[in-house]
């Protein structure tokens, strides 16, 4: 059952070296302040797992939390690469760095395969394609009833998801709406989930087939806002773009990448305090 707790405390209590972790978001609602509360704690080993994965992970990759990454793209949206994520795998800097590389719609069904405790998922999406041979987890199955010979590969199921929300109410039932990918997938498939939300409400007044995720399959909840900073959150903030555009000097050198990583996120408390650090900054976040 969900309980609210701080965001530290959800970290300490649901995240340990050498996880597997997810951390999901499509476009907005990425969870950047839990990825900052890794990277404050220290965590070390973690396996992540993103479909996209984008600045938070670069960030993750860069301070040293990662030994693999599982995903389907990588990036800096709409500018260009991921410089820590890159160094990582060329020159094994800060540590060397795992890659197992699927589709979007394999990780997609993995994720469902996952949520429905099953050991693989089954698509087409592969035939004819040269996947399988920079992923040895991509076999062959043929259908029982069909004959069809399909592309099965290994479920998700990661030891922690987290995701960021628009609303939770007092018992810790989660409202995310807008643009979805699979958040909730994500968090079925996973043995723990933390959720940070802008805000807690009494209700949700949640409209007829919102995508609502039950206490029950919740473990913290955390009230956060702007925490899905600096992409964006619908209903609530836009996408700050100046910072993606900044971000690609930032993390283009070792040297600035870690005095970043030290002034705003080693340097400060929580999100609240990075936030008015990154305020006080040329790096201003607006």
Known sequence: MA???????AIAANVHDGDTIAMEGFTHLIPFAAGHEVIRQKLKNLSLIRMTPDLIYDQLIGAGCAKKLTFSWGGNPGVGSLHRFRDAVE???????????????????AYVAGAANLPFS????????DFARVNDRI????????????????????????????????????????????????VLAAKRAIVTVEERVESLDAAPNACILPSW??????????GATPSYAHGYYER?????????????????????????????KNFEEYLQSLADSSEQVV
């Open 3 to 9: 309980e609210w707790m701080s965001l530290a405390e």
């Open 139 to 186: 076999r062959n199955i043929t259908c029982p009833f069909t004959g069809e010979v399909l592309a099965a590969t290994p479920s998700v199921r990661p030891d922690v998801t987290v995701i960021h929300a628009q609303k939770a109410d007092r018992k810790g039932n989660v409202l995310l709406w807008g643009i979805l990918g699979v958040q909730k997938e994500a």
């Open 240 to 268: 700050d773009n100046v910072f993606y555009r900044t971000w690609d000097r930032i993390a283009r050198d070792r040297e600035s990448f870690n005095a970043w990583v030290n002034r705003h996120i080693h340097g400060t």
């Open 217 to 226: 399959v919740v473990n913290a909840v955390c009230n956060v806002p702007r």
């Open 122 to 129: 089954v698509l087409r999406g592969y035939t004819g394609s």
């Open 91 to 109: 020159n094994e800097w800060p540590t060397p760095l795992e890659i197992e590389e699927r589709s979007h719609s394999d990780l997609a069904n």
